[in-house]
Structures are given as C-alpha cells and as structure tokens.
C-alpha cells in the first residue's frame, strides 16, 4: 500500500510518500522505515500515485515558486529513491499559465505517456479544468495538442479536476467541480 501527501519539513511542507506491507506495518525495506520526504522548491504538497509496470512510483501535486504554485512531478524508483531517467533528478515543475497551477490526478497511458490533472489560472481570472501529457523521461509530451497540455473553462469561474479515469479505449475521463456563477456544479469532461 502506498500513500502520498506532504508533511512538515523544517519550516515548509515537502511531498511525502509512505509504502506499507499488507499488515499494516510499515515496510522497512522502502526508503527510511517506510517513508520518503522529497523537496521539490518551496512548499510542496503531493496528491496522487501511479504505478508503472516496472514498480516505479510517480506522485504529482504542487510545488510554491516563490510566487505561486506550479504542477509539479516527483519520479521515484521501486525502492523510494529518486529516478533520474525523470528530468534528470526525478523531479518535473511545469509553470503552465504564470500563476497558480496545481495537479490534482495522474494516470498512466497503455504507451508509456503520463497524463495529470488538475486546475491551472487562465488568463480570465478562474481557474480551469487542466490535462497534461508528460513523456517516460518527464518532458512535455509535443504531440499532445501541440503544446503538450490544455484548459477547459466551463461557466467562466473556478473549474477544478479532481480525479482522472481511463477508459479502455483510451478516452480520457476528468471529473470534478465548475462554477457557474452561483455555485458549484459537478464536472465532467472527456477527451478522446
């Protein structure tokens, strides 16, 4: 079992990652008594988990710039360490919009691509619905819509995607909320 998120490090948060045996007990044998603390830039959260076939371990969430927040991709090898076939030192920032973005979802395509979700800050203000396509190696994906990502605003307010799903003929499938100037609605989007 294995768990993400973020814990105190110091004075900032960092992305933590926690792999458990099937008891319960934490397994020893993945990074320090089960746990890893990665630093990513500033404040970092981590907020969801894939798994490729080969036992790697791939957590996105956010990092703080100093500025705002970016989408931000920690690679890490079966064992908990850091995967440097991944951007060179197992971590990938991507400052889509030049304010806040944050990853929310990942999953992994039957090819090898990686694709997260989340929200980034569009020039109108709201956020909006986000998908990006990275390579194995951690780079933008150029073949996907030319740029290797894309937005989606549904009302012109906050649109956030909370979780993706992949379909078996490999549509992709965001889910979460979109502001339609009164309240919240749930979202749903799917990309073929």
């Known amino acids: 079992l294995l768990v993400a998120g973020y814990a105190t490090n110091g004075a900032e948060y960092d992305f933590a990652l926690a792999r458990y045996n099937p008891n319960g007990s934490p397994d020893t044998t993945f990074g320090v008594g089960g746990k890893v603390v990665t630093d990513v830039l500033g ?4 907020h969801a988990i894939a798994l490729r076939g080969d036992g790697a371990i791939l957590v996105a969430g956010w990092t703080f710039n100093g500025t705002d927040n970016d989408f931000a991709l920690v690679c890490y090898t079966p064992n908990g360490g850091l995967d440097t076939s991944c951007d060179g030192d197992g971590r990938v920032v991507s400052n889509f919009s030049g304010f806040d973005d944050q990853a929310t979802a990942i999953g992994l395509q039957p090819t090898g691509e990686l694709v997260v979700a989340g929200a980034v800050y569009s020039n109108n203000d709201n956020f909006d619905f986000a ?3 990275y390579l194995p190696n951690g780079s933008l994906d150029p073949e996907f819509n030319e740029i290797g990502w894309l937005a989606l ?3 012109g307010g906050n649109d956030f995607a909370q979780a993706l799903v992949m379909q078996s ?4 499938v965001l889910v979460g909320y979109a502001d339609n100037g009164t ?4 979202a749903v989007v799917r990309y073929r």
């Open 169 to 172: 003929g490999g549509q992709l």
């Open 153 to 155: 605003d549904f009302y």
């Open 43 to 46: 404040d970092d959260e981590g």
């Open 131 to 133: 998908l990006v396509r």
């Open 183 to 186: 309240d919240y609605d749930f």
